[in-house]
């Protein structure tokens, strides 16, 4: 416990930081030291945009591709809109592209070459496994994604300390970082109703995607996709496919307080 809250801890300083605003000095540091706060109040709540109820149309797609962020093993929210959008070919325009999960239904008519649906209602958390995501146009043209679970998504996001894995040395030392985990990895299971997507700003940082950085993205790159959180996909087999350190025990920590909510 001790080592997530320290890296929890270093985290969020290091994000505070990172926020910019006027900084000063916290009434609560302790003696002998100076805590930061970014001077911001807290923002007003933004009002939850809902889509205007339709009724779903039957699929009439021929063809049509499903966004590389679907995958089996993936979460989607709970208490909230559920959405599933890709890209089709032109002379799809005008077709119909529907989906189904857990029976709720949506469709959303082809345009320019792209599709964007919303599922009608909403469904609680739930870590029930064995649904499946059915994306489907006419002629029995579909794409299913199984063992779907409802749940909360988080993102992690900041400087290295989001990036750190559990591949290297403790910083300074020739100490092997996965020695120091070996009881949390080993308690890293399947079971678990823990779900991990990796992508890092590295995977953008060369040449060939400096051009698509400069607007925001609509799709993850193909070589993603989601995965149970098992020691072998928490730790990966080197560097560029270990995931998260601060992800992953922010999501233990989470799921150990309410193993009711996939995480």
Known sequence: ?????LLTVVASLCLSAACGGTQTPSETARPGYKLWTSGRTAAEPVEERKTESYTPQEGTAEEFTVANYFSDDMIVPKDKEIVVWGTAPESQNGKIVAAEFKGLKGSAE???GAWKLVLQGTLPASGEQGHTLTVSGGNGVKEEFEDVLV????????QSNSDLTFFGTVAGTSTDILTLYE???DAAVKEDNIRILRQTNFDLMNDRY???MNEPQTDILSSYRWHTAERRRVVGS???NSFSMLGYFFAKELYTLNPDVPV
């Open 183 to 185: 009881e949390e990895l």
């Open 210 to 212: 400096q051009e698509p």
């Open 1 to 5: 416990m001790k080592k997530v809250l």
């Open 151 to 158: 749940g909360d998504i988080w993102i992690v996001s900041g």
């Open 110 to 112: 082809i345009e320019n």
């Open 238 to 240: 080197s560097v560029s």
